[in-house]
């Protein structure tokens, strides 16, 4: 499945600022950045309970946000993009 993970960490603090880089390090680990606190992940139902149950450990539920939508399948007949887009399709070939 499809699932787009955006997020907003407090960071004012230092501890803010290392959370951040967490959650971002910790959605890299599920797949890739498409804006800078948005992740589209392409994960199975034991990967994204590890991905939610990783973020849910990162974030201060007080001070961040953090949510997790489901993308209908199929994703190109239901997300459209508009402007610079920096997404690679790993379904396809890639080219080196």
Known sequence: MQVLVTYDVSTETPAG?????????????????VQ???FECTVDEM??????????????REEDSLRIYRLMEPVEKYVQ????????????????
């Open 47 to 60: 990967h994204f309970e590890r991905l939610v149950r990783a973020l849910t450990a990162i974030i201060h």
């Open 81 to 96: 993009v508009y402007g610079w887009d920096k997404k690679v399709d790993f379904e396809r070939p890639l080219v080196v």
């Open 36 to 38: 800078k606190s948005v």
């Open 17 to 33: 600022r290392r959370r951040l880089q967490k959650v971002a390090q910790a959605c890299k680990n599920f797949g890739q950045r």
